[in-house]
Every structure is written in C-alpha cells, then in structure tokens.
C-alpha cells in the first residue's frame, strides 16, 4: 500500500516564514452562523453563504442576513457564474442551480447522483465542474481519508441538459477545484496536501496542512484548510501492524486522524498531549484540529497565512471567498464565518 512508504510523500513545508504562526484568525471580526460551510460571492456582488440548509445573503458585512434560498438537505457547496447562476451542493450528492434570486432552474439533473458534492464551479454559462470527494453522507471523512489509499475521488463535467463527461478519476479525496491563469482546472487532495492539474501535472505539493477548497483572489490563491497536517499521522503510516489493529479495533470517529473541533475527551487519543502548564492549552500544543488559510501567488507559492493554533477555536476552515477588498473565511469548529482584512500582497512578504 503505497501511502505507507515516505518516499511517496511530498516534504511538508515548515510553518515559518509566509507560514508562521499568527492570531490572525482568532483576532479577526466575525458572524456567527449555524452550521456553515461553503461560500461564494454571487453575481450583483452579495456574499453567500451556507448554514444547514438554507443559504444565507449579505448585502454587506455587519448586515443581518436574509434567507436566500432553502433546501432539503444541508449544503455542501457553493458557486456563482459570472452571469449570475448559482450551484448549490448539497449533502447526499443532489445538486441544483438557481437564478440570482434564489429560484431553482430547469436541467441540470445528472442521469446519477454523485456520492457527494463537496465543491463546483462554473466552467461556462451552461457547463458546471463538479468535485466528488467519493464518501458518503454518513462516512466521516476526516477520519476515514488520511488513512485510505483508495483513489475514489472524481471531478465531473455537468451541462444543463444533463449530460456528464469526466474530466478526472482516481483522485485521492478532491475536495476543490479553480481554474489557473493558463485555463488549467487544478484540484486539491485531502490527504496528499497538494494541488494537481487534472492532467496529472501537480501544481504544487508538500502544504502543511490537509487541504480543502482553493479559491482565486486577486494577488494568486486562497486555500481553506480544514486541519494542518499532524506529523504522529504521517509517522504512523509506517506501522503497519498498529494502523491495522486501529482500524480493526475502534470506531473511526475515534482514530488518530485530524478533528474538526478543539473540544477535549478522554474518548480522543493522547489529548493530554495537549495540556501544559496548570491546564492552559498552549498554542504550541500538539493538537488534531486547528484553524488555517494559506494564501499564494498565481505559482501557487506561499506568501502569506492566517492561523488559529492549539488554544484557539476557530478551527476547521471550510471555505474562503475574496468579498470586496476582504478575505472572508469559514469556521466549522465556532460557527463562524471571519472577516480577515485585505490579502496579502505580495510586496509586504
């Protein structure tokens, strides 16, 4: 099985330099909302965003949201065209697109649902890319992923009759897609914490953390990080025996694997760990969740980060969008979504 072998794997970046650890997340302004997820901005220039399923709008940051539109299942992703047209994902694999008001448009029904939507994107007025990390609803994919081999992943051309045509399979946990300057669609894995073309050509690789959705701004990219990458994980790959009994003995919700919250449990492996000094968590703590944006430039180098560390809460970023002049950024841990200021330029590195 080829992900036990460390010369498979990429060397991971350190956190230093446009990586080192910072408080930009947990000092940024916030919202709170329920259960978010995915965001976008729409077409007259309002942000979206996901919470359940209902997605939510803002006219402009502060303002209480209204209800955009209301589904029947939680969403899972979000994407707007330039003319207006929004994708929405949604938990179970559905998908439908809607009219910049809200109202669900005819077509777009795929001849089978994915397993799931975990990320879309315009490709055209009338053809959508769509990114299927390959888990179910009910498989808990931050536990299950960092340790399958299995390339189950695709991405998947969708026009509004209806009609597919694959355009990526056996990827390992896809879990977004954007378009580079080139016209190239680049997709990032999970696990392999790297950002690959779907020709096979690898973008960029070795990112310190398990990698979520990217997302252009205006100096290069912004990748939503659900965890960085925890080096135990990455030294277990090479014990054979332990992973085995892991897996055979004990649920996966409770394996040696990346968390969405900071919560402590005497249910969760080695959390004491996490615990110095008269029982404050130290932000260099070792710690299964943590909060992280990696911002590039178009070569998809590091230029800049925003963390939350070991004693934050702002965990588990979902998704990141550039609203204005702003990096808007989702915590699933706080239940937030987080105004971070401008990007980073790349002068001020």
Not at 63 to 92: E, I, N
Not at 142 to 161: E, F, M
Not at 202 to 218: D, E, K, T
Request: net charge negative; hydrophobic share 45%; aromatic share 8%.
């Amino acid at each position: 099985m080829a992900w036990f072998s460390p010369k498979h794997a990429s060397p991971s970046m350190p956190l230093e330099g446009a990586l080192g650890p910072n408080d930009r997340l947990e000092e940024a302004s916030a919202m709170a909302i329920v259960a978010p997820d995915a965001l976008c901005v729409g077409g007259d220039g309002a942000l979206l965003a996901s919470s359940g399923a209902s997605v939510l709008r803002f006219a402009h940051w502060g303002d209480d949201p209204k209800v955009w539109a209301r589904f029947d299942a939680p969403v899972t992703a979000l994407c707007a065209s330039p003319g207006g047209r929004v994708a929405v994902g949604m938990r179970g694999g559905d998908l439908v697109v809607c009219a910049a008001s809200g109202e669900p448009l005819s077509g777009w029904a795929p001849p089978s649902r994915p397993r799931a939507v975990v990320d879309a994107l315009f490709l055209s007025e009338d053809e959508l890319a769509v990114v299927d990390h390959g888990y179910g609803p009910d498989e808990p994919i931050l536990s299950l992923a960092p340790w399958d081999a299995t390339p189950r992943g695709q991405v998947v051309a969708l026009s509004r009759s209806g009609a597919t045509r694959v355009l990526a399979a056996s990827l390992h946990c896809p879990m977004g897609a954007v378009v580079a300057p080139n016209g190239a669609l680049v997709v990032s894995e999970f696990e392999r914490s790297r950002l690959i073309e779907i020709s096979g050509r690898v973008a960029q690789a070795g990112f310190p953390a398990y990698l979520g959705r990217p997302r252009r701004i205006a100096n290069g990219y912004a990748l939503a990080c659900p965890s960085r990458r925890d080096p135990l994980i990455d030294f277990l790959k090479t014990e054979r025996e332990f992973v085995a009994r892991m897996k055979a003995t004990i649920d996966p919700r409770h394996w040696i694997a990346p968390r969405m919250t900071p919560e402590f449990s005497h249910d969760f492996p080695i959390e004491l760990g996490a615990t110095r000094l008269f029982g404050d968590v130290k932000p260099w703590a070792p710690s299964f969740s943590y909060g992280l944006v990696i911002e590039t430039d178009v070569d998809m180098a590091p230029v800049g980060s925003a963390h939350s560390r070991a004693n934050g809460f702002r965990h588990a970023i979902s998704d990141v969008a550039q609203w204005g002049a702003d990096l808007i950024a989702v915590s699933r841990a706080s239940g937030e979504i987080l105004r971070l200021g401008p990007a980073v330029s790349i002068d001020e590195r």
